[in-house]
């Protein structure tokens, strides 16, 4: 199966979307809780930097509005690359993330050559436990 969409995100969830927080925001919030050394929070800018001029910002994204940002899978190459070493801090910092892939974002409101940004539902939806569905010893 062939993915669309690409994100990186971790276990917390963003008041706002109330959806798995992004990569840069959770980068954003090391810094700002003054987790990260200056070495390595002079390589997130960096990062930060080279995304903010690559990549079109979207105006709801500015607004904070309950939204989320994908990678389109097929021009994620570079974007993947460049990243990776977000990715390595986090770990440094063991601070979980996932590379999340799927075909069905939410409805986009925003698209580009690199990414679209789609609507969350703004809940989330918490089940009960399922009967257990393993064989009986």
Same mark, same amino acid.
């Given at each position: 199966m062939q993915f669309k969409y690409a994100r990186i995100q971790g276990n917390e969830v963003a008041k706002n979307t109330m959806y798995a927080k992004g990569i840069f925001s959770m980068c954003w919030q090391l810094i700002r809780d003054d987790v990260m050394d200056e070495e390595d929070v002079d390589l997130f800018k960096e990062i930060d930097s080279?995304? /903010?001029?690559t990549l079109p910002w979207p105006e709801a994204c500015k607004n904070q509005e309950p939204v989320v940002c994908w990678f389109k899978t097929e021009n994620?190459?570079? *974007? #993947?690359? *460049? %990243?990776?070493? /977000? *990715?390595? #801090? #986090?770990?440094?910092?063991n601070h979980p993330c996932f590379l999340v892939y799927t075909n069905t974002p939410g409805e %986009? %409101?925003?698209?580009?050559?690199y990414q679209v940004v789609a609507k969350t539902p703004g809940f989330i939806q918490i089940d009960e436990v399922q009967e257990s569905w393993s064989p009986e010893d």
């Amino acid at each position: 199966m062939q993915f669309k969409y690409a994100r990186i995100q971790g276990n917390e969830v963003a008041k706002n979307t109330m959806y798995a927080k992004g990569i840069f925001s959770m980068c954003w919030q090391l810094i700002r809780d003054d987790v990260m050394d200056e070495e390595d929070v002079d390589l997130f800018k960096e990062i930060d930097s080279w995304f /903010a001029e690559t990549l079109p910002w979207p105006e709801a994204c500015k607004n904070q509005e309950p939204v989320v940002c994908w990678f389109k899978t097929e021009n994620a190459d570079e *974007m #993947l690359k *460049m %990243i990776r070493p /977000a *990715m390595w #801090l #986090l770990e440094r910092y063991n601070h979980p993330c996932f590379l999340v892939y799927t075909n069905t974002p939410g409805e %986009i %409101i925003y698209e580009d050559h690199y990414q679209v940004v789609a609507k969350t539902p703004g809940f989330i939806q918490i089940d009960e436990v399922q009967e257990s569905w393993s064989p009986e010893d």
